[in-house]
């Protein structure tokens, strides 16, 4: 891989096989979710804390935006989405990413 400053998978895992790497990765991880207030009160999930080394942030936020019929962007290493949907959210990281639910912290707003 031409890496611009990037760490490869097959330094990361020495030589273990990329799907036993990724699963490790995933289940090492933390991953936070939590919902920020915006501009007259519009509501946006953020997913912090996926590694863009192990998963294809923008592929992901179109799978998610897909599943949860919203819009939303890939930004500074996280995902953005429209309205509020932590629970689904972290259901869909869990079932189809694979990553334990200890290891997705949802973090309640402030107000």
């Known amino acids: 891989?031409?890496?611009?400053?990037?760490?490869?998978?097959?330094?990361v895992c020495g030589g273990l096989p990329e799907?036993?790497?990724?699963?490790?990765?995933?289940?090492?991880?933390?991953?936070?979710?939590?919902?920020?207030?915006?501009k007259f009160g519009k509501e946006v999930t953020v997913i912090e804390g996926l590694d863009g080394d192990v998963y294809n942030l923008k592929e992901l936020a179109s799978?998610?935006?897909?599943?949860?019929?919203?819009?939303?962007?890939?930004?500074?290493n996280h995902i953005e989405l429209q309205g509020n949907h932590k629970?689904?959210?972290?259901?869909?990281?869990?079932?189809?990413?694979?990553i334990p639910p200890e290891n997705i912290i949802t973090i309640e707003s402030e107000e």
């Open 1 to 11: 891989m031409g890496s611009k400053g990037k760490i490869s998978l097959e330094s």
């Open 19 to 38: 799907e036993l790497c990724v699963q490790i990765s995933s289940e090492q991880q933390i991953v936070k979710i939590r919902v920020e207030k915006r």
């Open 63 to 76: 799978r998610l935006k897909s599943k949860l019929a919203v819009g939303g962007t890939v930004k500074d």
């Open 87 to 98: 629970a689904r959210v972290k259901q869909i990281l869990v079932e189809e990413l694979g």
